[in-house]
């Protein structure tokens, strides 16, 4: 059994054969997903599929860093509403992201922190996205009352995974990079102990070799899976037992 820790199967990437994805996924047996909010629009389509199989999914609340705009106070109330009065097992998705533009920087900081208290308030864990920003994100989670969450897709170094760890309670979220033949990831990860490994797909982006470029899903957490035991040097399932008890204890997942 797999969670996927961290999948948008609810965007319209998957409109046209959603069901085949989820069905796809449960015969490679990622049996739960954690599915983390995009924006205010989004919030429908999350709930429609969350609502369709409690047992298999798992709904987050939060403001993506890449969707703050000149609207991110209204937004971030509509979010607030909806976390607060939602049965959501984390805030997410939310972080910092400098790629592409530095426009609302400002405006990402203060969403990252209003959100990682509004965790805090909730007991809830985080599920964090961090472009660029490592430093400006560390330095949020440092100054907040939230101690627990996921770093997805973490692809740093050593000294970076062992920050994130000194935090609290933080776990990284392995997705495709790790499988990437150029990556420098499987190398830093025989350094981390798999106590503090979670798998994750981030579908529909990031495809883990050999399917690279297509759109990502669920079932390819597999090559993700393999691609651990192998730095691990432990079984498929060993992995999964693992990784799976790592997410089931931070997200108070039942199983
Ligand atoms: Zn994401």
């Not at 472009?131 to 996921?150: D, L, M, Q």
Request: net charge negative.
């Amino acid at each position: 059994m797999i969670i996927d820790t961290h999948t948008h199967i609810f965007e319209k990437e998957f409109d046209e054969d959603r069901d085949k994805v989820i069905q796809r996924a449960k015969d490679a047996g990622v049996s739960k997903m954690v599915l983390p909010n995009i924006n205010t629009e989004s919030i429908g389509r999350l709930k429609e599929l969350a609502m369709s199989d409690k047992n298999a999914f798992i709904p987050a609340m939060g403001l993506h860093p890449t969707e703050i705009n000149a609207n991110y106070r209204s937004d971030l109330e509509t979010i607030k509403t909806e976390l607060f009065g939602g049965e959501y097992k984390a805030v997410g998705e939310i972080g910092m992201d400098l790629y592409w533009d530095k426009e609302f920087e400002r405006e990402q900081t203060e969403a990252f922190e209003m959100q990682l208290d509004w965790a805090a308030e909730l007991s809830l864990p985080v599920l964090i996205h961090s472009r660029n920003s490592f430093r400006e994100a560390i330095n949020a989670v440092k100054h907040s009352r939230c101690r627990k969450g996921i770093f997805h897709c973490f692809g740093g170094t050593i000294e970076e995974a062992e920050e994130i760890l000194s935090l609290g309670d933080f776990l990284l979220g392995i997705g495709g990079i790790v499988t990437f033949k150029k990556s420098a990831l499987p190398d830093v990860l025989k350094n981390i102990d798999i106590k503090h490994i979670v798998l994750e797909t981030d579908a529909p982006y990031l495809s883990p070799t050999p399917h690279r470029g297509k759109r990502n899903e669920p079932s390819y957490i597999t090559e993700v899976a393999a691609a651990l035991s192998r730095i691990y040097d432990l079984s498929i399932e060993d992995v999964a037992q693992k990784t799976t008890d790592n997410a089931v204890n931070l997200l108070k997942i039942k199983l």
